[in-house]
């Protein structure tokens, strides 16, 4: 504000913009000036202490006035103004200063600024500056950002592309489980018409309270259709292996075995409902067991070797490594020969007399009817091997190794579980689980087709046979109960749900059925004693196998 005083300290001028600073004191570097210096008075909007006094020497340069500016308040000055009545009047020239002025400065904080803070130093705005250094950073930091894109954008596209897989894949299912759920309303329906007077359980609730005027809901549990049938229940559970259990088997009748995606194989007392101990060998998943003479054990796996375990000894005494060229994941065996599935084929290895002891044991010969397929079934029966693929069945002579029969199914999908069942001592049907959810049944005798029943709400990956009754255990992680007797084909009787993963193995043992899944978990189910003791003459064997590769249909 011009007419501030020429000495001591300024009189307040009420068209003043700031309070009156204390008295000035002289600048050192002008103590050598001879004429007055030029006091004026500044306020800074950068500094904490906001008034100073400066003395200026006359015919100071505009550059010496800002670089004692700029020492003083510790930044650097990128503008200069008068305060004139109030009213801030830019200028770029010492002459345009007098004495008693109010300066107001403005400008960028320098490293060395005590009074402010990084945060704050990003957001200064500047004037009348600009830096040819920030401008070739901001170039160069613009060209990383482009590098740095293009380096992302193929694994973005990637990303991407397999999103849209997985929304078809999505897609595909949910359309397959519609079509299930359209099959089971379908049978349900077809059931009812088959049993005439037999009301289901909502209609029945909804006659009572129709007849009642009240409001009784169904009962959440339905009973089953077969009044002699005792539902099963849970009577142990055992939970020691760390990953998926993909097969089971029995010693007599007493000893359940089991091998899983963890590499062991682990035995278990049906009598005690404890561990008996654990085989350890295999480097990889144990896709198939059997069990030969109730004392010698059989295994196969990811790791192309099978193995042979003595049972009283707990321990392996053979192995036949690289058998296949891929994961084995079908057996069978009988008195003279072992057969196991592949990819492609099955090897047949030489069971006489102790020769599966003996160093250097290896296939003797190569069945190569399943080519381009995995063998996910293998099943002897008398002098009968069966074996499965994709939409194929073939029955061998599996003494002279020949091929009898060959039939294509119906569906075309792959056949994962084999079981037949007998009448009076002989073989009359082939019951077979599928990749289509459904069982379909053949003519032992011929492969001519007989039925397709709609069975689950995903692929059947596996069956075993106990007196009348057919168990079958599949992806949708539910085991059912079947009547298998010849004059029903296959009547649904139960349904057990406490499985937390697909079912990939059954086994009937004694008065017991065994159940095991990628739940990791092998469950035991209780069987009425009566079933077993009044079962009819139907009897049975079951093989089933749990395929290497995704259950694909039409997988190779």
């Not at 306020?43 to 008034?51: F, G, L, M, W």
């Not at 079908?330 to 592949?342: D, P």
């Not at 064997?541 to 590769?549: E, G, K």
Request: net charge neutral; proline share 4%.
């Amino acid at each position: 504000v011009r007419g501030g005083s020429t000495s001591g300290t300024p009189t307040t001028t009420p068209g003043r913009k700031f309070a009156t600073p204390s008295t000035p004191s002289a600048h050192d570097g002008d103590s050598t000036q001879t004429a007055a210096p030029i006091r004026v008075f500044v306020h800074s909007k950068r500094s904490a202490s906001k008034n100073r006094a400066l003395a200026l020497s006359p015919g100071l340069s505009w550059h010496d006035f800002i670089d004692i500016v700029s020492t003083k308040f510790g930044f650097q000055v990128t503008e200069v103004a008068l305060d004139v009545d109030g009213q801030s009047v830019e200028i770029d020239d010492v002459a345009a200063i007098q004495d008693g002025d109010w300066l107001l400065i403005d400008g960028i904080a320098l490293e060395s600024d005590p009074d402010l803070s990084p945060g704050r130093a990003g957001k200064r705005k500047t004037k009348k500056m600009s830096s040819a250094s920030s401008s070739t950073s901001d170039v160069t930091a613009a060209a990383q950002a482009i590098e740095q894109v293009n380096e992302v954008a193929p694994a973005l596209l990637g990303l991407t592309n397999t999103l849209a897989r997985l929304v078809h894949k999505l897609e595909t299912y949910t359309e397959r489980l519609d079509e299930a759920q359209q099959r089971s309303v379908a049978q349900h329906e077809q059931l009812v018409k088959m049993l005439p007077g037999r009301v289901s359980h909502h209609a029945r609730a909804r006659q009572l309270t129709a007849s009642t005027g009240g409001t009784t809901q169904p009962k959440k549990s339905v009973p089953p259709i077969d009044p002699s049938y005792e539902r099963l229940r849970t009577i142990a559970m055992f939970e020691d292996h760390t990953a998926p259990v993909w097969c089971l088997t029995v010693a007599g009748t007493n000893t359940l075995i089991s091998g899983s995606e963890d590499a062991t194989i682990r035995l278990w007392s049906l009598e005690t409902m404890k561990a008996i101990g654990v085989l350890t060998g295999h480097e990889s998943t144990i896709h198939c067991l059997c069990t030969f003479s109730k004392r010698w054990l059989i295994s196969g796996s990811d790791d192309k070797s099978v193995r042979v375990w003595d049972l009283n000894k707990l321990k392996m005494v053979n192995v036949a490594p690289d058998s296949h060229t891929q994961p084995i994941i079908s057996i069978a065996v009988n008195a003279s020969s072992l057969f196991t599935g592949s990819l492609h084929e099955i090897q047949v290895f030489d069971m006489k007399g102790q020769a599966f002891r003996e160093a250097g044991w290896k296939p003797v010969r190569t069945l190569t009817g399943h080519k381009g397929h995995w063998v996910h079934g293998l099943l002897l029966y008398d002098n009968f091997l069966v074996s499965s693929s994709n939409n194929l069945i073939k029955v061998w002579d599996s003494g002279t190794l020949e091929e009898l029969r060959t039939c294509k199914t119906v569906q075309g999908g792959s056949i994962y579980a084999l079981a037949v069942v007998e009448e009076n001592g002989k073989p009359v049907r082939l019951v077979t689980g599928t990749w289509e959810s459904t069982i379909q049944i053949f003519d032992f005798t011929t492969l001519e087709y007989i039925k397709t029943v709609p069975a689950h709400l995903a692929s059947v990956l596996t069956l075993t046979l106990s007196g009348r009754y057919l168990y079958s255990g599949s992806y949708d992680t539910h085991v059912k109960v079947w009547d298998a007797t010849t004059t029903s084909m296959l009547r649904p009787i139960d349904t057990l749900f406490h499985h937390g993963g697909k079912v990939e193995a059954l086994v009937a043992a004694g008065e017991y059925i065994c159940s095991a899944g990628t739940d990791s978990r092998i469950r035991i189910w209780g069987v009425p004693k009566k079933d077993a003791d009044a079962a009819p003459a139907a009897s049975a064997s079951a093989a089933s196998a749990s395929a290497a590769t995704p259950r694909e249909k039409g997988d190779n």
